[in-house]
């Protein structure tokens, strides 16, 4: 079992739906979790991050982590063509003192109008 | 700043060949990582440096590969000799690593293909 499970997908939704990316651990020294998004044919450029459990927001994104059940979530509201990329989870730990983040598989989303 | 840049972005070589790839990170980020994706594995981890000086390479796959960083701003994967099965996008990423925000800041990728 890798550390850190994500569904390749792709996941195809019509514009202005409400999408729902979600990934699974299994470390729980975890504590910092990341969403990178990655254009086509461009490097994953981060998103947002929270830090332990709870919830973040940035305008049409939101941030979810349930420690409890090592799972988290990243939602898309009113979706929009632009939105489609592939989005990688991340996280990391303070082992060793560094905080390397390990990656997800990446989810592609397609957002067609 | 211009971002970490990589070089070249398209490389298409043949069976046996030697492959150089080249990275410039972003200055003052002392931690420099160079990744791999494809579609079956996703992105992995090949190795990062911290301060110019190799940390973990447990990610490089083979002897075939070998990664060097002669100074804070410059860096290169070599992959000798290069097999079909190493054609993927190469990513090299530099960071601070601290622990909020944890931001990795990819370059473009270089795509190559062994024929």
């Known amino acids: 079992q890798k550390e850190v499970e994500q569904d390749p997908g792709p996941l195809s939704v019509p514009e202005g739906a409400i999408v729902s990316l979600n990934c699974t651990y299994s470390?729980?020294?975890?504590?910092?979790f990341m969403w990178y998004r990655q254009y086509s044919r461009k490097g994953p450029e981060l998103l947002m991050y929270?830090?332990?459990?709870g919830n973040k927001e940035d305008g049409r994104f939101t941030a979810q982590v349930d420690k409890s059940s090592k799972y988290i979530s990243l939602f898309i509201r009113d979706s929009q063509p632009s939105d489609s990329a592939t989005y990688l989870c991340?996280?990391?730990?303070?082992?060793?003192?560094?905080?390397?983040?390990?990656f997800g598989r990446g989810t592609s989303l397609i957002v067609h109008p | 700043d211009a971002g970490v840049i990589q070089s070249p972005r398209h490389e298409v070589t043949e069976m046996g060949q030697e492959v150089t790839l080249r990275c410039k990170p972003i200055?003052?980020?002392?931690?420099l990582f160079w990744y791999r994706q494809t579609m079956m594995r996703g992105l992995e981890l090949l190795i990062y440096?911290?301060?110019?000086?190799?940390?973990?390479d447990s990610g490089m796959p083979e002897d075939r590969f070998s990664a060097k960083m002669p100074n804070a701003s410059f860096s290169t994967l070599k992959i000798q000799p290069s097999e079909p099965r190493d054609s993927a996008v190469y990513f090299c990423?530099?960071?601070?690593?601290?622990?909020?925000?944890?931001?990795?800041?990819f370059g473009e990728g270089s795509w190559l293909t062994v024929v």
């Open positions: 990423a530099s960071s601070f690593l601290v622990p909020s925000g944890n931001t990795i800041y």
């Open positions: 200055s003052g980020h002392d931690y």
């Open positions: 991340a996280m990391s730990s303070p082992s060793g003192g560094s905080y390397i983040p390990t």
């Open positions: 470390n729980s020294a975890f504590q910092y």
């Open positions: 929270t830090y332990s459990s």
């Open positions: 440096f911290n301060n110019n000086v190799p940390i973990d």
